[in-house]
């Protein structure tokens, strides 16, 4: 590969990842742009979906390069006959080093410092930019404070027990190493979870009466989810509403008054809410919040704004059930019926769904069969992994066969990573639905994904053989080998633990891990847990049949000129 069609591949990718980041900001913010677009939410939330994308193109064109580069400097010596030997060092493209080293210094300042302090300042309840800066780093002082008792411990080990020395290339080498450890322990879990998951979930959803079945049993949950929520909402309202009264009757600080002004525009309590509060609530939900007061205010801000993004993200959620099960059941009557489909909508539901999401279902196995069977050989047994034959094959590997496994190997372990972090409910921010993301689940996101995405890209190197710092590929000149300084967290460390994933990957087939977590109270899905609970299931039948009705009056209603989904919005909450 020449030096143009590096710059080629570079720029390529930079291009293609910056159009497809803001597609996918574009797609999970459209409804909120208003909300999300002010400040520096945007350029650095975009920037973040960047950051995180470029490492899996930018790796491909890494390989292509440096084995490119190999296999000539190899023939080259072969014709001239001299000898060398395959791993002695090659010289690195100086625009892929710095580009490494730029990727990587940019994640570690996102994940760890920008993003978090963005996410805090979004939901924060203070009324100025610098007190919103204030409670934001406040917040993150507990992190900050882990992670500099984790790096002093770290620096005591190396300085005393290793006896390595603190200089300079010890301490840039332990940062690195200590991120790279915590996101391989976490690729470990969320890899392990999505590579077995991601196809066995599209075989079953293949089926429409499987999907159908699953909608139905996630129904209650959702229904109650929404409906608690709007009932808080409404609370909320008629607390911010009474206090503006209480206020304006005093006539005390004008600043309250026009704080609890903006309170009332975020809330859209323009008018009088109901007189009664909900019973379905419990008080204690808005307890200890004293609205009369500055201190109060700020509570009552940053609930206001936490409560608004949660109703949007809840109304979605719903809304998209019902569509999806109402679809699902016009599909099935049609094919009972044999009637025929005239849309293209139809045409796929009931001739191409099945077959296309099971064919996929097989090649996604498959690649995940491999990619299993690599991490667990790939230390021990370097020579029996399938991803190292098919991306070197031993300096001989046909150099479309490279590109081509490239790039469908490591993008897929990219998604089945990001897909095993999303289906584990761990956090309140981990959650993103279309058009209603809010500020502070895209930056919790945007931060996972910026501590994934390099150590998922040292893990794809070790089964593919390249990880040691002897081989002509940028990203271990301008990363790995300051890694490799520790001991403790060096490449014997790093080696080892993704073959753990593999493990993890039995463990969840076996439905092992997920008993163990829901143990811990955490919430995981399993494949086999919702056709044991039939009352669930006959209640879902239940609430969506209402649903239905409710719907189909609404309708009929409509005729007077009043949208049905409003209507239907009305009688949900009388």
């Not at 008080?283 to 201190?295: F, P, S």
Request: charge should be neutral; charged fraction near 20%.
């Amino acid at each position: 590969m020449s030096d143009s069609l590096l710059w080629l591949g570079i720029m390529g990718t930079v291009l293609g990842t910056t159009v497809l980041s803001a597609c996918l900001l574009f797609y999970y913010t459209k409804e909120n742009w208003k909300i999300v677009r002010p400040t520096l939410s945007m350029p650095v939330l975009l920037s973040s979906f960047i950051i995180t994308m470029v490492p899996i193109g930018l790796l491909v064109v890494d390989i292509a390069y440096g084995e490119s580069h190999l296999s000539d400097s190899t023939n080259n010596e072969t014709s001239s006959g001299s000898s060398s030997s395959h791993h002695q060092p090659a010289i690195h493209s100086d625009g892929l080093l710095i580009t490494w080293r730029v990727i990587f210094w940019s994640t570690q300042a996102l994940s760890w410092v920008i993003l978090p302090i963005l996410q805090e300042y979004s939901i924060a309840g203070e009324f100025t930019t610098k007190a919103k800066i204030r409670r934001a780093v406040k917040e993150n002082l507990k992190l900050y404070l882990g992670m500099g008792t984790v790096l002093v411990l770290l620096l005591l080990y190396v300085a005393f027990v290793s006896k390595q020395g603190l200089t300079t290339a010890n301490c840039i080498g332990l940062a690195i190493a200590a991120s790279n450890a915590f996101g391989l322990i976490l690729i470990v879990l969320f890899l392990g979870y999505g590579l077995t998951q991601l196809p066995r979930s599209l075989w079953y959803h293949s089926s429409r009466e499987y999907s159908l079945e699953y909608c139905t049993w996630s129904a209650p949950a959702v229904h109650e989810h929404h409906e608690t929520t709007k009932l808080r909402w409404a609370d909320l309202q008629s607390y911010i509403h009474e206090n503006r009264v209480k206020i304006e009757a005093s006539n005390d600080d004008p600043n309250l008054l026009h704080h609890l002004d903006l309170l009332m525009d975020l809330a859209n309590t323009d008018t009088s809410p109901r007189d009664r509060r909900s019973s379905y609530v419990d008080d204690d939900d808005l307890a200890g919040i004293d609205a009369t007061t500055q201190k109060g205010l700020v509570k009552l801000h940053a609930k206001t704004i936490y409560m608004k993004n949660m109703l949007e993200q809840v109304k979605f959620q719903w809304k998209h059930l019902v569509d999806e099960v109402e679809t699902l059941e016009d599909m099935s009557k049609m094919e009972k019926n044999n009637q025929h489909p005239e849309t293209l909508k139809e045409y796929y539901h009931i001739y191409f769904r099945k077959t296309a999401m099971r064919v996929l279902s097989i090649f996604c196995g498959v690649l995940s069969v491999i990619l299993l069977w690599s991490f667990g050989v790939a230390t021990p047994l370097g020579r029996l992994s399938v991803v190292e034959y098919l991306v070197i094959g031993g300096g001989n590997a046909s150099r479309m066969l490279q590109i081509v496994s490239l790039l469908i190997l490591l993008p897929y372990a990219g998604v089945c990573c990001y897909w095993g972090l999303f289906k584990f409910k761990l956090f309140e921010f981990n959650l993103l639905v279309p058009s209603y993301s809010s500020v502070a689940n895209l930056c919790f996101t945007a931060t996972f994904l910026c501590r994934l995405i390099l150590p998922l890209c040292y893990s794809f190197l070790i089964v593919c053989g390249l990880a040691g710092s002897n081989h002509h590929i940028a990203y271990t000149a301008a990363v790995v080998e300051d890694m490799n300084t520790i001991k403790l967290l060096g490449e014997s460390f790093n080696r080892f633990l993704p073959c753990i994933i593999i493990a993890v990957s039995l463990g969840v087939v076996t439905d092992l891990i997920p008993k163990v977590l829901r143990v811990c109270g955490l919430e995981v899905f399993s494949f086999s847990d919702f056709k044991k609970d039939t009352d669930i299931l006959s209640e879902g039948r239940e609430i969506l049949s209402r649903e239905r009705n409710t719907y189909r009056r609404n309708v009929a209603r409509s005729k007077k000129g009043t949208n049905p989904l409003a209507l239907n919005e009305d009688d949900g909450e009388a």
